[in-house]
C-alpha cells in the first residue's frame, strides 16, 4: 500500500496514511475523486463524505465497503488531515475556513477561493511550488478548462513566451454537474422518441443538437464568467498579467470531455516540429496527431483518463511566431478530481 511522508512536528519524516474527507461526495466530481482515489491508491486510515442534506444517508461504494454520506457540518472536519472540496463556490466560502481552522488542508475545486491572493492555484505539472506556500491551508484547483489548455501550453510558454492566447471551448455537460448531464440524457430520449429535441416545459433551451452560452453574464466586460475564468487564472498560474486571453466558451452536446480550440502567439518563433517535441516530453500530456491519417483527439479519446490529448499542431500559415492546436481531456478527472489528488499526493510527499 502507498503510504504518506508527513513531517512531524519535530520535523522528522512518517510514512503513514490520512483521515480524509470529501465534501460534494455524492456530485459528478466527488464520485469522481472516490475512484481517482481508489485507482491510486490513495494512503487513506479514515474517509469522511459529506455533501448537503439532500443526500445524507446515501451510501458510497469506497475499496469495497459502503460509507454513508453525511450532512456536512462542523464537528465532521475534527481529526482530518486532508480535505478534498467539490460543492460549489458557496459550500467553499462557508466550509473551507472550517475545515481548515480544523486542521485540514482544503484542496477546492469550486471558483471560491482561486483569485485570492494568499490562495496558491496550481496545476501540478505546471506550477507545483505554488502550492507549497498556503498560509489559508486551502488551495485551489483552477477551471477545468484552464487546466487542460495550461497543461497543454505552460511548456510551450517556457521555450517561446507567450504572449496572447485565442481559445474557443467545446465543453461538455458533466463540466456542469449531474443535473445537465440527466437533462441532455432526456432531450436525447425525447428527441429519438418523438422527434423533437425540447422538452415540454422546460425553461431553457436544449443542449441536445446545439450549442449554448449560458454561462453568468458580466455585461460590463461582455464576457462570460467561464470566459473570464479563463483569462485570470491563465495569468495567475503562468505569472504573467500581460498575456492576453481571448476566449470564447461554448457548451455542447457532449456527455463528457471537454475540447478547445487554440490559438497561440509567441514573443519568440517556435516551430509545429519543435513544439511536437516539447509536447512529446511533456508531462502529463499525449500528442496524438497524424494529420494525413485523419488522426486527432476527441472527448471520447479522453473519457476515463487523465492525460492532455494535444493534436493539430500546425504553424499560423504567414506568422512565424504563432501555433494552433486541439486540446481535449476528461474535466471530471483532470478538469477536477485527478488534478485536485495529484496536488495532496505531492504535497503529503505520496510514494508509489
Ligand atoms: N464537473 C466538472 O467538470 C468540474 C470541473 C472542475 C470543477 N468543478 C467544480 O466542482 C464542484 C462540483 O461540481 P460537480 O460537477 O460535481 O457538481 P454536481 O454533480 O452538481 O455535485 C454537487 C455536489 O455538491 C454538493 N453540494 C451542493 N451544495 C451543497 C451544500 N450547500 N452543502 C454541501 N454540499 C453541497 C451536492 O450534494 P447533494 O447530493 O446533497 O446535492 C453534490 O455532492 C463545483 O464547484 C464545480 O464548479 C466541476
Redesign the pocket.
Known sequence: MLRAQAMTESGQVQNRALRVAI????????RTMLQVLEERDFPISELRL???????G?ELEFRGQRIAVQ??NEEGFRGLELALF???????RK?APIAASAGALVID???AWRMDPEVPLCIPEVNLEAARKAPKRIIA?P??ATIQMLVALAPLHREAKIRQIVVATYQAA??????LVKRLEEELRHFVEKGQVALSNAPERPLACNLLMEWKRDVQSHHQEEELKLINETRKILGDPSIIVSPTTVRVPVFNGHAEAIHVEFERPITAQRAREILEAAEGVQVVDEFAKGIYPTPIDADGQDLVLVGRIREALGKPNALSLWVVAD??RK??ATNAIQIAEALFSIMG
Open positions: 465534501l460534494g461526495a455524492t456530485g459528478l466530481v466527488g459529506f455533501a448537503s442534506s439532500r443526500s445524507a446515501t450532512e456536512v467539490s460543492a460549489g463556490a458557496e459550500a467553499s466550509w475545486n469550486s471558483s484547483n477551471n477545468c458533466s463540466g456542469a454537474g449531474q443535473k474535466n471530471l478538469g477536477a
